[in-house]
């Protein structure tokens, strides 16, 4: 895991939205379910846990796509690049996609997650593999494993 370069900037295809990263991320995931190979056009989403306050959109503004419910999915109105994605039930951080970062070479899964949903040749280098979420109770001491990886 790396030491972070704070802060963390980045962009959708176009460059219309910006997006800074000011927190460590607490956790970074590869997504196996369906509904993110859809979205993503690819066999798993990669995302970066990130505290609310350490995230921000610093240019342009977003469109809601995707999931409209308790999680919601953020676009670039323009090339509909999916962004990040917000999910209040899980707590108080923004899953931003590794791929909108203008340097993502240092992101490497740390979990991954509907693994029962994956394709059968996908692999990830992740240290944990949930066939869904992990349980709530399980969150705080990965991101305690993950932050003593950093």
Known sequence: MPTWKLPMTGGCRCG??????????????????????RMSSSAFSLSAAVPNEGFSVTEGETVIGGLHGEARH???????SWMFTRMEALGPFVNVRAGMLDEPAWFTPFMETYTSEKLPWATTPAVH??????????????????????
């Open 16 to 37: 219309k939205v910006r997006i800074s990263i000011d927190s460590a991320p607490l956790l970074t995931m590869a997504c196996h379910c369906t509904g993110c190979q």
């Open 74 to 80: 953020y676009f670039c109105p323009y090339c509909m």
């Open 129 to 150: 593999s949930y066939p869904k979420f992990p349980e709530m109770d399980e969150y705080e001491g990965l991101m305690k494993e993950f932050a003593e990886r950093a």
